[in-house]
């Protein structure tokens, strides 16, 4: 393939399609976005200019401080009069930092979108001050520029509500928003020409969009059926050489492994734990024993001495019910416990069930300080967790296993009976 990019004048716009501009900036020093995420060669913030038989659309804005570099790529190839449409997949400030300036410098476009980016805009636009209308629209709804029309595509939450994707129908070419994007920067431009850039692919897609695996898989459905001949993601290489790959991992990687397998019909239920002297060992053996005799639950047990965080991450995204075990020690919970929950941001636990249990010393809270992690994660927490001071007795053990029953019975929707035991009154 032709070496076709020059984005080194930081003027120059890139046509990537006939009439398709990339009109972005490179930010190849930034090392870590949103607080949260890392990136080893910096980001790209997309920004494409469509130029149609009646009219110039833009489609996303980049971070306010490259808004020169944007307005310089945007007047290489098109005047301010001529631009009819603005288009906003995703509202968030990398992407429409530029806007109100382009607003300004454009008063007669017309902006279109999401209804769920509504407020956003709003809030986002308050500073400019004065009126301002938009057009909201959904899955189906376009907007034409005579030759060239752009189609929208309804996808929310990926990562934010208002997300949605729009898609040029002559060219096959689908702007999809953060979608399909990764923090990589590279001058190049194209999938076929920037460096190997999969790790940060599947970095993205695992603290961005895999807490939203059910709206990325909606997201598909109307996706797939498209003829793909681009994908134009608002971050890192724009995807021309086998497109359609993309729109495969990113089905693999919100597929359910486990319910994949052949048979596979149980609740999971996982059961975590950390000992210093056995006692809280003893007690996550008893609950798992518990649980186990329940018919249409598939129990493991776990100490997260012997375990690695990350596939416990993901045997955790596809588990119905997690109780976890820690021993008090210095009126916390131990820090292997914490670093596992800590690393649950990622998944969605909106539908999980919790529970909390532990032997301890003196003072206990450690089964609390869980059980309040867990509700701050949304978890339900159908029982009050079991608490043991030093060795269970055999009784205390015996509590353990109803525990863990009703827990497990909880999972399958049998009766429950009420336990709230707390062993500490009995000490
Ligand atoms: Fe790239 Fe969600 O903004």
Not at 128 to 157: C, I, M, N
Not at 294 to 317: H, K, N, Q
Request: aromatic fraction near 10%.
């Amino acid at each position: 393939m032709k070496n076709d990019v020059d984005v080194s004048s930081h003027t120059n716009a890139v046509e990537f399609d006939d009439g398709v501009y990339w009109i972005g900036a490179l930010d190849p020093s930034l090392r870590t976005f949103d607080i949260i995420l890392t990136t080893a060669n910096g980001t790209t913030y997309n920004s494409f200019l469509i130029r149609g038989s009646e009219g110039v659309a833009i489609v996303d804005t980049v971070k306010e401080n490259f808004s020169d570099e944007f307005f310089a790529r945007l007047e290489s190839v098109a005047d301010y009069s001529e631009i009819k449409v603005i288009i906003l997949n995703h509202l968030e400030p990398d992407h429409t930092g530029a806007l109100p300036e382009l607003m300004r410098r454009a008063p007669q476009a017309k902006l279109y979108i999401s209804q769920r980016a509504t407020s956003m805009l709003k809030a986002l636009l308050k500073p400019a001050g004065g009126q301002f209308e938009y057009t909201t629209v959904k899955t189906d709804d376009s907007v034409s520029l005579g030759d060239r029309t752009l189609r929208f595509l309804h996808t929310p939450f990926l990562h934010w509500p208002d997300t949605q994707c729009t898609y040029l129908e002559e060219l096959g070419v689908l702007f999809s928003g953060d979608i399909f994007g990764c923090h990589y920067c590279d001058k190049r431009l194209y999938n076929d020409r920037v460096g190997d850039f999969r790790f940060s692919f599947d970095y993205y897609y695992a603290h961005i969009m895999r807490p939203f695996k059910k709206h990325v898989m909606d997201a598909l459905k109307l996706i797939e059926p498209l003829t793909l001949k681009k994908i134009a993601p608002t971050h890192g290489p724009i995807l021309r050489e086998r497109p359609r790959r993309y729109v495969t991992h990113y089905r693999e990687l919100s597929t359910s492994s486990l319910s994949g397998e052949v048979g596979v019909t149980d609740k999971s239920l996982i059961v975590f734990y950390m000992s210093s002297y056995g006692n809280t060992a003893k007690m996550a053996e008893e609950i798992s024993e518990g649980a186990s005799i329940v018919d249409g639950v598939r129990v493991s047990l776990y100490d997260l001495e012997g375990g690695e965080t990350d596939p416990f991450v993901d045997l955790i995204e596809e588990a119905d019910a997690l109780l976890f075990g820690s021993p008090t020690i210095n009126g916390d919970a131990v820090k292997p416990v914490w670093d596992l929950l800590s690393s649950l941001a990622v998944v969605n636990l909106k539908t999980k069930i919790g529970g909390a249990f532990g032997s301890y010393g003196w003072s206990g809270e450690a089964v609390r300080m869980i059980e309040d992690r867990m509700r701050g994660l949304k978890m339900k927490i159908p029982h009050e967790g079991i608490r043991v001071k030093l060795i269970p007795t055999d009784e205390e053990l015996e509590q353990c296993r109803d525990f863990g029953r009703s827990i497990a019975e909880s999972l399958v929707g049998k009766p429950q009976k009420k336990a709230v035991i707390d062993f500490a009154d009995l000490a």
